[in-house]
Every structure is written in structure tokens, then in C-alpha cells.
């Protein structure tokens, strides 16, 4: 008798060592979009995006974006960056980041610090669950420019008028459990904050390092591995200062090719850990392998 088809089934958590600190991804969801352009390469041509696209044996009509928070144990505290989409993602395919905390061995008790890389929906929608903050024991990390910019509202782009909206509503009413920061401050021994603007007005990575063993956690300096990472120059429609973003990619992949550094990626394909090379005069995602458990 044949076997039923089950469909597909993908991994939803990763965990690896760095140091003597544990880190775990999350697939906090993954959304298919129609069309490549908008969001990616919106200053090319359609033949342009085509070709690209084909020369990573992508399709050409449509790409998946995935979204993967992470935790950082440093064996002292347990430290979450980023929220997913929460209860506001579930009808998209996402939000799913509490019950895969649970798989993961924790609790949302247990989390002890709750850091935003920045506001954009998917980073921010999971903090309250049912009317109430969905961690209850965290207090909160942001960077000062970032938190500042979406409470004045001046310079946020028309476009983010509903995201800002779900700032004024999600995170404003938690200012009084949070610590801003600037670049170069630290979150906790071993998390340091790194200025990575552009993407938001005050976006920031994080480096985080362990008994020599580090990491960049860049958030969403890079929001697709063939599209802005092979083509940094290339404009995104997600970007909220498109001519500083492009230059934050810039920096950003210079620095972690020439110091061949591990990279977390909310955007990059899960379990969202790799490295970038240099090849041709641009760059390449390089998942990363065996390495991370010998």
C-alpha cells in the first residue's frame, strides 16, 4: 500500500555553541510574496532582476521571505533578539516564535532580556500576547536613535505610517522597562551594540562574542542572500533610507567578508547562520555547516 503524502517539512529551530554561550534560531515564519521587484532592485530593470534571479536558479516571478529571531544563553541570562510578528503574522504564515520557544526548551518566564534591532512589524509584533506583555520577566533593549525617530514620527516614511502606528501601541507602553543605547554600548558582557543605520532610521546589529568565538547578529542589514547581499548597491523597497542602507550594506559586508566573521540574519535562509565571501567583486552567502559543533 503507498504512503500518503505528507507535505513539506522544514527545520524550526537550530541551536549551536559559540564560546561557552549557547545560541538558538527560530523560524518564526516564512511568507511567499509575488513579484521580486518590488521589494528587491527597484532602481533595475525587469531584465535585470530576470537574469539575476535565474542565475541563482530562483524563480523569477516570486521569492520567500523568512523571518528567524534568536536567543542568546550566555549561562547567566537568556537574551531574545527580536519578537517575530506575534499574534499579528499568524494569518500570514508566521507569529509562531512562542510555541517554538516552548519546542526549544524554554518558557517566556525564563527570558530575561528582550532586545529590538529595530521596529519594523516583524521584529516587534510578538511583544504583547492577549493584552499583556508576552514576556513577562524581561526588561528591554533599543537603540536610543531608533526609539527616538519612531516616537517623533518627523522623519518616519509615509509608507510606515501603520508601522508606526504598532510602535505607539506595542512599544511605547514598555519605555518604562527599557534601556537605550548607542553604538558601541554593551547589552551584557560580550553583546555589544554596532551602528548599522539605514535599514530603520536607528537600526542596529549586535556583535556578540564568547571565549574568542563571535558572531554578528545583523538584523536586517541584508534582507535577501542573492538579492542585497550579491547586489548591496541595489535599492530595497523595505529600506527606510534607501542611500544609507546601501551604504550600511556596504560596510557591513566588507567587514564580515575581510574578518570572516559568523553572521545571524533574520532574513537569510534558516537556520539563518553563515558567512559572506567575496567572488567576482561581490559577495556569497555561505550557510554554515559542521564548523559550528566541532
Known amino acids: 500500500m503507498p ?13 549551536f555553541p559559540l564560546g561557552h554561550f549557547e545560541v538558538t534560531t527560530m523560524l518564526d515564519g516564512a511568507i511567499i510574496m509575488d513579484g521580486i521587484s518590488p521589494p528587491f532592485g527597484i532602481d533595475q530593470s525587469a531584465a535585470t532582476i530576470e537574469a539575476h534571479a535565474k542565475e541563482n536558479l530562483l524563480p523569477v516571478g516570486n521569492l520567500e521571505n523568512t523571518f528567524s529571531p534568536n ?8 537574551v531574545l533578539f527580536d519578537t517575530g510578528f506575534g499574534e499579528i503574522g499568524l494569518k500570514l504564515g508566521a507569529g509562531n516564535l512562542q510555541s517554538l520557544l516552548t519546542t526549544a526548551g524554554y ?43 519612531w516616537k517623533s514620527g518627523e522623519k518616519i516614511p509615509a509608507q ?41 532610521l536607528g ?14 547578529l545583523w538584523g536586517d ?12 548597491h541595489w535599492q530595497v523597497s523595505f529600506d527606510d533610507d ?31 547562520v553563515g558567512y559572506v565571501e567575496r567572488l567576482n567583486g561581490t559577495y556569497r ?5 559542521y564548523q559550528l559543533r566541532v
Do not use: C
Not at 536567543?71 to 541570562?77: A, I, S
Not at 542589514?221 to 548591496?232: G, T
Not at 552567502?285 to 555547516?289: F, I, K, Q, Y
Open 285 to 289: 552567502w555561505l550557510p554554515a555547516s
Open 160 to 200: 510606515r505610517a501603520q508601522n508606526r502606528d504598532l510602535f505607539l501601541r506595542l512599544v511605547v507602553p514598555l519605555a518604562d522597562r527599557m534601556t537605550f543605547i548607542d553604538p558601541g554600548d554593551e547589552v551584557v558582557a560580550g553583546i555589544r551594540a554596532v551602528e548599522a543605520f539605514g535599514h530603520s
Open 203 to 216: 537600526h542596529m546589529a549586535y556583535h556578540i562574542e564568547s571565549e574568542g568565538q563571535s558572531l554578528l
Open 242 to 272: 534607501k542611500q544609507m542602507a546601501v551604504a550600511t550594506r556596504q560596510r557591513i559586508l566588507d567587514m564580515v567578508a575581510t574578518d570572516r566573521l559568523l553572521v545571524l540574519g533574520h532574513h537569510m535562509p534558516f537556520p539563518a
Open 107 to 149: 518558557k517566556v518566564q525564563d527570558v530575561d532580556i528582550v532586545v529590538l534591532t529595530h521596529a519594523h512589524p516583524d521584529h516587534i509584533g510578538g511583544l504583547f500576547h492577549d493584552g499583556k506583555p508576552t514576556f513577562p520577566n524581561a526588561r528591554y533593549v533599543m537603540g536610543q536613535v531608533e526609539f527616538d525617530a
Open 221 to 232: 542589514v541584508v534582507n535577501h542572500y542573492a538579492f542585497s547581499l550579491q547586489r548591496p
Open 3 to 15: 504512503a500518503p503524502l505528507l507535505g513539506t517539512l522544514r527545520p524550526q529551530i537550530h541551536r
Open 71 to 78: 536567543l542568546v544563553n550566555t549561562g547567566e541570562q537568556l
